[in-house]
């Protein structure tokens, strides 16, 4: 049965001084996934989220959390919405635990329990006691996740939460990213220029453009497409341009000792029957795959991510 959209964007558009910032866009996010959220410089995110999180009014369309508009039941809707941006603000000259316990006062039904289960959720339990002025980037990233947690919501917006994080750190958020998704049922939306750390957090990506959304897919459907280019260094590259010339469905093209052709992957081993059946002698075979930073730079005409 499919699950019911945690979000649901629902022809959103935002217009500021006459000029349509986000042009009627359209997704769902859903319980347990982690969607990214990428675009050019001014595309239209940070309008997106602030709309979403209730910061900025809708001009038209409608935004539902867990069902609950945006519009008509905002208190409702916010309840079930954790977020942080960048790096969270903390006291640093208190602790961790101290953090936790004066923002738990700011919400309903936060008791000592629940302020337990998310420090274990995000492993601060070592180090809670201590100042957060002691506290690395890293920990402060996961005290703050583990503050937009206490409330319990369905949904997590985490607007660039590695940045500034070392390799190890970005690793660590990654893994408690998917943990919160996997094992806690939320619904995360994360906004960030690293799409290496994209790919391996996210289950889907959207990618806006001048307000409008270019498409909304799986990662693995982003990175690896139906058809790829295939390299055949073969001897003679002429004749062997001939015999392949039926398959695919473009023209092989030359490249000095090499057959360029765009083939699916169960192709790519007909392909080289064939060849070896005419007697072309097959030096190498290379899939030249598109990177997804290349797949996101064609989509968006070629522009920065950010």
Same mark, same amino acid.
């Given at each position: ?6 979000? #649901? ?6 217009? *500021? ?31 997106? *989220? ?7 009014? *809708? ?7 867990? &069902?609950?508009?945006?519009?008509? /039941? ?6 079930? *919405?954790?977020? $942080? @941006? ?7 000259? +208190?602790? &961790?635990?101290?953090? +936790? ?5 700011? /919400? ?10 998310? $420090? ?8 809670? %006691? ?10 402060? =990233? ?9 409330? /319990?919501? !369905?949904? +997590? ?14 690793? #660590? ?11 806690? &049922?939320?619904?995360?939306?994360? /906004? ?16 806006? %453009?001048?307000?409008?959304? +270019?498409?909304?897919?799986? @990662? ?5 497409? =139906?058809?790829?280019? @295939? ?14 010339? !039926? ?9 000095? !000792?090499? @057959? ?25 075979? =290379? ?20």
């Amino acid at each position: 049965m499919q699950k019911q959209p945690a979000v #649901e964007i629902k022809q959103v558009t935002k217009v *500021i001084r006459g000029r349509k910032i986000i042009d009627n866009i359209n997704f769902s996010i859903y319980p347990g996934e982690v969607f990214g959220f990428l675009g050019p410089n001014g595309a239209g995110k940070t309008t997106t *989220i602030r709309m979403i999180v209730g910061l900025m009014g *809708i001009t038209d369309g409608e935004i539902l959390i867990k &069902g609950n508009s945006i519009k008509t /039941s905002h208190g409702a809707a916010m309840k079930h *919405i954790g977020a $942080i @941006v960048e790096n969270p603000e903390m006291y640093k000259y +208190l602790s &961790g635990y101290l953090n +936790l316990v004066h923002f738990a006062r700011m /919400s309903d039904n936060v008791d000592k329990k629940r302020i337990d289960e998310v $420090i274990e959720l995000v492993g601060l339990k070592n180090r809670i %006691q201590d100042k957060v002025k002691t506290y690395s980037l890293g920990m402060r =990233q996961r005290l703050g996740i583990a503050q937009a947690l206490l409330h /319990s919501p !369905d949904v +997590l917006i985490l607007d660039e939460p590695t940045n500034g994080l070392d390799p190890a750190g970005i690793r #660590e958020m990654r893994h408690y990213i998917r943990n919160l998704a996997e094992k806690e &049922g939320l619904a995360v939306i994360v /906004s960030s220029h690293l799409l290496s750390e994209m790919e391996l957090m996210c289950d889907r990506i959207g990618v806006l %453009q001048h307000g409008k959304m +270019l498409g909304v897919q799986q @990662v693995h459907e982003l990175s690896s497409e =139906q058809t790829q280019m @295939v390299s055949f260094q073969v001897e003679p590259a002429e004749q062997a341009a001939i015999i392949l010339r !039926d398959m695919g469905s473009k023209k092989p093209q030359m490249k000095d !000792d090499k @057959v360029l052709i765009e083939l699916t992957r169960d192709e790519i081993p007909v392909a080289a029957a064939k060849l070896t059946k005419e007697a072309i002698n097959i030096y190498g075979i =290379q899939a030249e795959t598109k990177t997804l930073e290349d797949t996101f730079l064609e989509l968006t005409g070629g522009k920065e991510i950010v």
